[in-house]
Every structure is written in C-alpha cells, then in structure tokens.
C-alpha cells in the first residue's frame, strides 16, 4: 500500500508541482523516464487535420505512462464484455494541469475498471498546452506555470486551457453519433475527470448547448470554486480530499453552488487522500471511490427513494 501510495504522491508531485524551487529538481521526485510511445492500436483521431503524433513527449514516472505536448486529439474505446454491458458510457479525461496527461494512473486503468463493471468508457487525449521537449527543461517551466496559475482557495485556476474544453465537446458528439456501434444510450453519456480532467469536464457542462454536454458529470479532485451552475447541468458526483495540497476544499462552493441551483449533486470528502488517488489507496477510505461512484451511476437511473 504504501508503495502504490507513495508512487502516486511523487508522481502528483511531479505532474503539479506547488511552492517549490524551480531551480532544481525537488527532492524526492522520480525522474520522468523517457520512453517510447505505447501502441494505442484503437485509439481514435477525432480532428484529423488538427496536429500531429510527432509532437508527442512520453515519459514514464513511477512506471505510470505520461505524455506532453499532445497537438491531435484522440479518444479511445475501452470495450465491457458484450454480456456485462449497460447501454451507458463514461468519457474518462485524466489530469495533468493541461501541460501533461497522466494516462495511465487517470486514463486507461480508470476506463479498464468501468468497463469490468459494464461502461463503455473512452480516453479521451486532450490538445496540452505546449512545454518544451526536453525532461530537464520541462519539470521547471510546468511548476513555474502551475505556481503562477493556482489562485487559492475558492478560487478557479487562471491555468485553463479552451482547447481541451473544445476537445471534450468533440468526445461528446462522437460518443453520441456513435452510440449504435457502440450499443449505448445516447442520452446515458457521462464525463469523469480527474484534476485539469474534471476542469475540462465541468467546462463542457458550462460551453455545451442545450442537449450537448454530458448526461452525468464525475468531478474528482478539480477546484472547489463557485461557478454560475447552467440552467440543464447534468447530476454531480464530486470527490475530494481534506488534505489535497492544490484545491482547498473551502466549504466546498462548487457542490454548494449546484445544490443551491436545484441540481442533483453528490460529494464525497475523504479525511486523507492528498491529491491524485485516482481510484484510491488500498487501506485507506479512498478505496471506496469506484464503488461510491458505481453505486451513484447505478441511481440516477432509478427513482430516488421516499425519505
């Protein structure tokens, strides 16, 4: 457990990086190993006159797969077995701070895991902010922008990136014109996001037309900020941590703003988790999270019970 814990404590670190020394590297950290470019044979373009693969840097830290500079959106299917499926999708955004996507711990594990239990969930590769190719030169210049771009509490993030949202809109409409391949209710397409992923996610809501965004939003560890909560935003599930260094949990104005707007909302506050559990620490009450989430996706189809 504490291996797996610490790993995702350095690797939050290295990804989001907060009131350090931007002169070298913090002590402690895991390298960012260069790697290859893992094969993503199913992997879909959804711009194909927009950027390129080449510009791609993909590092491995803490043995997880990470990547930078991603120009060409691409959305990938992560398939549940035919007797297992729902009829119901998830997109799955990872985190990053929009400089970098951590697709494995945030992306390709989640989606494996949702579609063991009957989604049809899609990893979504959202357009970054541009950083430079060298590891050396990288780590400073995301923490000197990551520091720059963090507010405080109760405060959204100057650091946001209107591509991304654009990009998720776009998973949207292709779930959507998809949904007979796929075998999915249209109208059952929801969004999970982690960090600059649940950012990404909750714009979508707030950019979508009428009928556009998602059916249900899952907004784990983003910026408890108060928002101007749309007339048609979809039922809310939100997960955070007491101790999350990044997002003060401030009494919570995101939730509470969504509650005050007569929307369905959900959150979940862990006494201890930091920032970046993902699908959470075994051992810890993080652990709880997939099937806290399950069981809510499992309610926003049923009526809710009479007190």
Sequence with gaps: MMTRRLGALLLTIAIFGREVELSAQPTGM?????TMAPSEPDAIVLDPVRGKTSSEVWAKIMNNYVVRNVTQPTITPVLPDPAKANGKAIIVAPGGAFMMLSLGWEGWNVARTLADHGYTAFVLKYRLLPTPKSEDEAG???????NAGLLGEGKMPTLQNPDA??????????VRAHAQKYHIDPKK???????????????????AAPGEGPNYLVYVYGPQAAVVVPTNAPPMFAAIAFDDPLFPTGGFPLTQAWHRAGKAVELHAYQSGGHGFSMGFPGSTTSLIMSELLAWLDMQDRPAPAP
């Design 140 to 146: 400073p210049y995301v923490l000197g922008k990551m």
């Design 165 to 174: 949202t654009q990009d998720g809109l776009a998973a949207l409409r292709f």
């Design 189 to 207: 397409v929801g969004m999970l996001g982690f960090s600059a992923g649940a950012m990404l996610s909750l714009n979508t809501v707030i950019s």
């Design 30 to 34: 895991p390298p960012a190993v260069p």
